[in-house]
């Protein structure tokens, strides 16, 4: 297959980071999200993290006024019926992401395929929303998008091998190694980094350590770039939590059992960089 335009759906801190890619390698754009404020801000984000990159000498002015030209911000689903492949963003719950792919599915002739960037959700089980199931995969990619080079790509029980090889070319042309793995709870990635920022929170609500410590001892001891409640702020706590929510039902075991002060922190609305409140405090 050949893919000239890719759609997104959500313009936050994924989608909106999914878009610059794939603008920036050369691909048409069409990013949605479901209010103009949202996608205003989304497409604003774009504008200020390509600028960041001409200021770095890592794009040039004329390359990025290109890739910008490419991005063609709507408020209507029904454009996505022109793209080879759209990339649903939307946040980390099936009720949320099952209407979208469903309405995808209604919306966009039958060869587009349908990729999800969840982070934990079964792609098996979105496919089956759809009547095209070899025709839906996930691309898990990893905040922030222009700068991490990596790409989980998730085969569901039906995705096809040709969808599959279309979609890691993809994930490839984006600059990004396209790892694959297997439909399951977590994937890799989720899988082996929530429980320990699980346990991360657990030693601050036990009273073991402070935050900066318990980060401190990762980022010293064990050569991480950051601690993993700085990562937990990046990703956002909500989006953490919804993971471990995910992989404490699907997999049953005890060890993913959210611990109860991530619970309380998302129910008091701190959630990490995107609300100025974490494990730390954001201007």
């Given amino acids: 297959m050949n893919i000239e335009t890719i759609g997104v759906v959500g313009a936050g801190t994924m989608g909106n980071g999914i878009a610059h890619v794939c603008a920036k390698s050369g691909f048409r754009v069409i990013l949605v999200d479901v209010e103009q404020r949202f996608l205003d801000r989304g497409l604003a984000t774009i504008a200020k993290n390509m600028a960041r990159e001409v200021d770095k000498s890592k794009l040039s002015p ?21 793209c080879q492949l759209v990339i649903e963003a939307a946040s980390e719950r099936f009720e949320i992401k099952q209407p ?19 982070s934990a959700i079964s792609i098996t089980k979105l496919a089956a929303q ?15 998008v222009p700068v991490l080079n990596v790409v989980e790509v998730i085969r569901g029980l039906a995705t096809s091998d040709q969808t599959y090889v279309a979609v890691k070319a993809t994930a490839e042309r984006l600059g990004k190694t396209a790892v694959e793995v297997n439909d399951a ?34 980022k010293l001891g064990m050569s991480h770039p950051m601690g993993p409640l700085t990562l937990a702020d990046l ?11 995910v992989l404490h039902a699907e997999l049953g075991d005890s060890k993913y059992r959210p611990c109860p002060l991530l619970i309380k922190m998302v129910d008091a609305g701190w ?3 995107k609300s100025g409140h974490g494990f730390y405090k954001y201007e």
């Fill in 130 to 144: 759809t009547k095209r199931p070899d025709r839906v995969i996930g691309m898990h990619f990893f905040n922030p």
């Fill in 185 to 218: 709870p977590g994937f890799v990635s989720n899988r082996i980094l929530m429980p320990m920022i699980n346990e991360a929170i657990y030693a601050v609500m036990e009273g073991v350590a402070a935050p900066q410590a318990v980060d401190e001892v990762f």
């Fill in 100 to 118: 979208i792919l469903q309405q995808l599915d209604q919306l966009c002739p039958f060869d587009t395929i349908l990729a999800s960037n969840t």
């Fill in 62 to 82: 004329a390359a990025r006024d290109a890739a910008l030209g490419r991005i063609h911000g709507t408020l209507s689903r029904d454009e996505l019926a022109a």
């Fill in 235 to 245: 990703i956002g706590l909500d989006v953490c939590l919804d993971i471990l929510h």
């Fill in 271 to 273: 959630l990490g960089r």
